[in-house]
């Protein structure tokens, strides 16, 4: 599996790599650093300028916020227990133990934090976005979704730079532009609006095509064609191919075998986004359900056309070869 990326234009926009480390000597002593929630984008150098949130609770509170921000899983639930009211806090700008666990990845800080009381959509920090928001900047898509299922609005949107200059945003917006494909199917298959519009005019498909990520684009392009009902299974495989997970392809096709061969956008395939992907097991494992190796996208090209112009030639030589052998069959 791939390990999630950030955006470059939404780290240096917002700051959120410089993550907050407080402790109890912070307390006494409170540190530069940046606002996880957002930096102010008035303030010049964003991030740089932004400043940490002054002590305003306990100091079992920075210890709190300082663990679930570096995914300390024991630590935020042994301070859980003993201050199970520390997970309402609200530091400087309303910013939560709860944004603070957006910036991990490790779902379970979140699911403790929640159980313990959280608002799960709560605002917080300069720009007053929610935790759901934080994580998709921060493309964690572990977190996202327990923030989903524990009733996150999925359209809650904030300010993100999608081009030039900061625009309203949703989740989906900033997480199509990070090229985050699980992310962008968790955040579909709870209801975020394929359709709704950035503030300059744009849609999540603008952002995916504008970060060039082609199984978050053809996600996408799978909710917009076949409606939300039908895509879930066909964005739950795309979103394995590109996780390059063969188990969870193979379990994903044996659910639901028909989505093999399903056109997306541009008669695109699975095949086709497994085949730009690069992983020839996953290929191997479409192959086994029956995926068309003949199948072309609009563009002209079969799978192993896409593996060649994606920079994989053995992979594009045996998909070529399933080609030659489905035609010799006598298949299409």
Known sequence: MRPASVHPRLRAEFGIAALLAMSLAACAAPSRGADPAGADPGAGAVGAAATAPKPAGPPEAYLLYDAATQGDYETVRNLLADHPKLAKLKLERGTTPLHASALCDDPRI?????????????????????????????????????????????????????????????????????????????????????????????????????????????????????GAVKARPMGELLAAIDEADSAAVEAALAATPAIVNTKLGNDVTPLHVAADRGDAAVCRVLLAHGADPTAHEQAGGTPAVRASNAGHPELSAELHAAEVARRGSGGP
């Open 110 to 226: 979140a699911e403790a934090i929640l159980a313990a009381g959280a608002y799960v959509d709560a605002r917080g920090g300069a720009q007053q976005v929610t935790p759901l928001f934080l994580a998709a900047m921060k493309n964690h898509p572990r977190t996202a979704k327990v923030l989903l299922d524990h009733r996150a609005n999925p359209g809650a949107g904030g300010r993100a730079s999608l081009g030039e200059g900061l625009v309203t945003a949703q989740p989906l917006h900033v997480a199509a532009l990070a090229g985050g494909t699980r992310l962008v199917q968790e955040l579909l298959a709870h209801g975020a609006d394929v359709n709704a519009r950035s503030g300059d005019g744009g849609t999540a498909a603008d952002c995916a095509a504008q970060s060039g990520h082609f199984a978050a684009t053809h996600v996408l392009a799978a909710y917009r064609r076949y």
